[in-house]
């Protein structure tokens, strides 16, 4: 059973990842074809292994932790509501009745977990899902799409308290998201209207999940957390990962814009993205790009030893990057309405820049040695 309509625009972003970043190896690959460096080996060169990369590492593991903190919440209040729904017998028209002041405390505590765990991945989802060893923790945990689409599938199905198994429903910020919201009714309670406060109507952004559904997706949440603390740990990030890193994650700007073009924030009631509804896509896209410049940071200096000006460069048009989509984000949050035909040309702009970006990094790379990883 597959359960939900992921939109398109995780695996979308997905296949772009993976296309761009076999284009620049294959033009890297034509330009070192070309060099005739009979020492080339493959290896990186002694001042590419002399990278400041600990920061990054330590990066991941903070992100990581925060992570895991959000979700045991999340997997607290997972738990706390599955008993209460079945001290009704799942009986969720007698829950609200009975029940109604403790369901509401419950669901906004789920979702002020969810809103804090939301940057805590993404700001650090430059290195989970440009790093290939690391990648499959993006796929389960942020980008991977349910069964109906095998090439971007989750690899993981949901073990439901009650014997139903859901095959590959879809990743897990999508699973504990759109129910919270009330954006996705197959995962939704059943037989009641999700007036979670009580108010005698329903709202845009109330929800009432499914209690068994929620309760499986938590204690998965919360083993992947886990799991990703643990490879966080014991990973020790090379010149290689981070130039990976960075040109797979960077040239992904007009998937995103999509997203955030069909989300709530822009199309309103007209939505066909059911996920960005607790933050708007424009702060996902933010945090990614934080994530990618401290990421360059741990590298420029290597950059820097072969072209100085090259790496001044680099980094100059990433935070100039970083910064539109910052001040993007920030319009909207003051209360500035985009429409759909900006945030396309908000997208291609972003999109420009970024290939440029991740076009100077594989030339930095070439030059360094340093060989990029295929995702």
């Avoid at 045991?72 to 969720?92: C, G, K, N, P, T």
């Avoid at 007009?254 to 822009?266: H, I, L, M, P």
């Avoid at 900006?342 to 030339?363: H, K, L, M, N, P």
Wanted: aromatic share 8%; glycine share 6%; charged share 25%.
């Amino acid at each position: 059973m597959s359960v939900g309509l992921i939109p398109r625009s995780f695996s979308r972003a997905l296949n772009t990842r993976s296309a761009f970043v076999a284009l620049l190896i294959a033009g890297l690959a034509l330009v070192t074809g070309g060099c005739g460096d009979d020492d080339d080996d493959g290896s990186e060169s002694s001042e590419a292994t002399s990278a400041q990369l600990a920061p990054v590492k330590d990066y991941l593991v903070e992100h990581a932790n925060d992570l895991s903190a959000n979700v045991a919440r999340l997997q607290e209040v997972a738990d706390e509501y599955y008993d209460l729904a079945q001290s009704e017998d799942f009986d969720y028209a007698a829950l609200m009745q009975n029940n109604q002041a403790e369901v509401e405390d419950l669901m906004t505590e789920a979702k002020d977990a969810f809103v804090a765990a939301n940057p805590s991945y993404e700001e650090m989802e430059g290195i989970v899902a440009g790093v290939p060893r690391l990648a499959q923790f993006d796929v389960d945990i942020d980008a991977g799409s349910d069964a109906s689409d095998p090439e971007s599938a989750v690899s993981f199905s949901l073990q439901v308290p009650g014997g139903k198994t859901l095959k590959q429903p879809g990743n897990l910020m999508f699973l504990t998201e759109t129910p919270l919201y009330g954006t996705n009714e197959e995962l939704q309670a059943k037989g009641v209207q999700p007036d979670v406060d009580g108010d005698g109507k329903v709202e845009f952004g109330e929800g009432l999940p499914d209690a068994a559904i929620f309760k499986a997706t938590m204690d998965e949440f919360a083993r992947q957390t886990d799991a990703l603390k643990a490879e966080a740990e014991a990973f020790e990030p090379t010149p290689s990962d981070a130039f990976t890193a960075i040109t797979i994650m960077t040239p992904t700007m007009s998937e995103y814009f999509e997203a955030w073009k069909n989300s709530y924030f822009v199309a309103g009631n007209q939505a066909t993205e059911q996920a960005f509804v607790a933050a708007s896509r424009l702060q996902d896209i933010a945090d990614i790009l934080e994530g990618i410049v401290f990421t360059y940071d741990g590298v420029q200096p290597l950059v820097a030893v072969e072209n100085s000006a090259q790496a001044e460069q680099t980094e100059k048009e990433l935070k100039s990057l970083l910064k539109f989509a910052s001040d993007l984000r920030d319009r909207e949050a003051g209360g500035e309405q985009f429409s759909a035909e900006q945030a396309d040309a908000f997208g291609a702009e972003a999109q420009t820049q970024a290939e440029a970006i991740a076009g100077q990094v594989t030339q930095a790379a070439e030059r360094l040695n340093v060989q990029l990883q295929e995702g």
